[in-house]
């Protein structure tokens, strides 16, 4: 799955490049044939708006969400994208400059108010932002752009208009929710996030949203807590990005990256800081994997703990003969990824940016078992009797339990990311292959198909062409794991129609049909296949 070419021309700065929102659906031009079945929408979510006059918004998470939509119809596509209207877009828009503070971009006070209006609004306390530029899902019969705050922004799919913007803390106790949910296919939604636990300390809540109500009530409104992992330390939640679900368990891993909260609530008002600024690393934690009953919650309070990594996301998990299987996206090291996305790292020259990689965290695709019956009395032993992994798990003399990963995939600076499966039949049961995006140096320039069983690959990809995270949507009546199509938007900034939509067979990743567009489509992070 390693990259089979270099960049030094650059092409990859163009989707890190402010785009306009269409006034109206661009008819694509289709070379292939698009699969009859294709009769709805892929709907993605990036950013957009990377500067707001003259002020630059510096880091990967900062530009203003930008909803996209390829729509099949017929065999034939069009593509359409809007901003999203949240409260940050509308008044950097309207203000023409960036007023609430992203990621890694402070928002400073306005120049034209007096210099005592401007120290006391640094007092106002923080003003979290809401731009959704991460993911869409469904809740109940409505879909939500969401990024990792309290906020959530409902969305209408067909128009790509904005309808409402909700706040989470309303309805369960949350600071925020990942943006990424296991959804079960009654609809049921499945989150976490961190909260305010007992004895004011930090803990995170897994919240679940029932699906579609019988009264079309908000399901929302009934939103509840199902259990609660505690925090390694009181005031320093590990940051969360996904978990990990079972058909019986919930797997939380946490990391050695953290928030300081007290950073953030302190230096934040005082000095103007930034949310990467409140970010640390504990080098001596290393990560804590933490596991809990699904119905009714429970929380597990068994001590297994492994080499310090960083992690984003979450492949698949599932139980098998009494262990539970946890394959994810690992980064070694207790470094923070997000160090080496910033925008000025990201549209650095070719031969800038494979330095920086040299430094940053190394990826690998890791298993890691889980056992879930433990006994004290088996000191020392491997406690894994899964035959057809390598992974461990060893329990110390002070009751902690150690686990080392099989290691499914590792390549020098090569990531396999923002993985897929075939989540409708496969998610949280044993399962054989994935679907990832691959990263050269944090440059998109592949997809990839790993066999999880055998470490197998297969990759498509074309010289100066990036895409983004490849989507599964099953063949109807198909029998095999694998019958199905990837979806993909790849960028090729030399050719005439250089955005496009690309298809592909997901046995082989060969080439099915593309449908180009005569625009550039900046980068995307992650989206659905909406029937």
């Known amino acids: 799955m390693v990259s089979r070419f270099e960049h030094p021309a650059g092409g990859y700065k163009k989707i890190f490049e402010t785009c306009e929102e269409l006034a109206e659906p661009l008819p694509a031009t289709v070379i ?56 940050a877009y509308v008044r950097a828009i309207t203000e023409k400059r960036v007023v609430i503070t992203e990621f890694g971009t402070f928002a400073y006070p306005d120049p034209c108010k007096n210099i005592f209006s401007r120290f006391f609004s640094y007092f106002k306390g923080v003003e979290v932002t809401d731009n959704c530029l991460v993911n869409v899902y469904p809740v109940g019969e409505d879909f939500y752009a ?25 309805y369960i106790n949350i600071n925020g929710v990942t943006a990424h949910p296991h959804i079960e296919r009654d609809g049921t939604v499945y989150n976490i996030g961190n909260c305010m636990g007992k004895g004011a300390t930090l803990a995170y809540n897994i919240v679940r949203i029932p699906p579609t ?3 079309k009530s908000d399901p929302i409104e009934k939103s509840k807590v199902v259990v609660q ?11 969360v990005h996904s978990f990990g679900m079972s058909e019986n368990y919930f797997v939380f ?25 409140c970010f640390e690393s504990n080098e001596n934690q290393g990560t804590l994997f933490h596991i809990a009953k699904k119905d009714p919650g429970e929380y597990m309070d068994l001590k297994f703990k492994g080499a310090a990594i960083g992690m984003f996301h979450h492949i698949n998990t599932y139980e098998d003969q009494g262990f539970i299987v946890v394959d994810l996206c690992a980064w070694k090291g207790f470094e923070f990824v997000y160090n080496y996305l910033w925008l000025a790292n990201l549209r650095a020259n070719w031969e800038e940016v494979k330095k920086a990689a040299m430094i940053a965290p190394q990826p690998e695709v890791r298993r890691y078992v889980i056992p879930v019956d433990v006994h004290r009395e088996e000191q020392g032993k491997n406690l894994i009797s899964l035959p057809y992994t390598t992974a461990t798990a060893v329990m110390h003399a002070d009751g902690t339990i150690w686990l080392e990963p099989e290691v499914l995939f590792s390549g020098p600076r090569q990531a396999f990311e923002f993985p897929q499966i075939n989540y409708e039949k496969y998610a949280g049961k044993n399962y054989t292959y994935a679907y990832g995006l691959g990263l050269n140096h944090f440059v998109p320039d592949r997809i990839c ?63 099915i049909a ?15 296949y909406k029937p």
């Open 449 to 511: 198909k790993l066999n999880v069983k055998t470490k197998e690959t297969w990759v498509w990809q074309e010289p100066d062409s990036y895409p983004s995270e490849p989507l599964f949507v099953q063949t109807p009546e198909g029998v095999d794991e694998d019958d199905g199509v990837l979806l993909s938007i790849v960028v090729a900034p030399g050719s005439q129609r250089p955005g496009y939509l690309l298809i592909l067979n997901a046995k082989d990743l060969s080439e």
């Open 253 to 277: 891993v946490e990391t050695p990256v953290k928030i300081n909260l007290l950073k953030f609530l302190s230096a934040w008002s005082i000095r103007g800081s930034n949310y990467m600024d």
């Open 514 to 528: 593309r449908a180009e567009v005569e625009c550039i489509i900046p980068v995307t992070f992650h989206g659905m």
């Open 146 to 170: 969401v990024t990792e705050t309290n906020f959530i922004t409902k969305v209408n799919t067909d128009t790509l208009e904005t309808l409402k913007k909700v706040d989470m803390c309303n």
């Open 32 to 87: 292939g044939r698009i699969p009859s079945f294709l009769r709805g929408s892929l709907l993605r979510l990036g950013p957009g708006l990377f500067e707001v006059g003259d002020e630059p918004f510096y880091h990967l998470f900062d530009g203003q969400a930008l909803m996209h939509k390829f729509d099949f119809k017929d065999g034939q596509v069009t593509y359409y994208r809007k901003f999203v209207r949240t409260d």
């Open 213 to 215: 109500q019988k009264d």
């Open 229 to 239: 992992f505690p925090s390694a330390e009181r005031f320093k939640p590990s940051y």
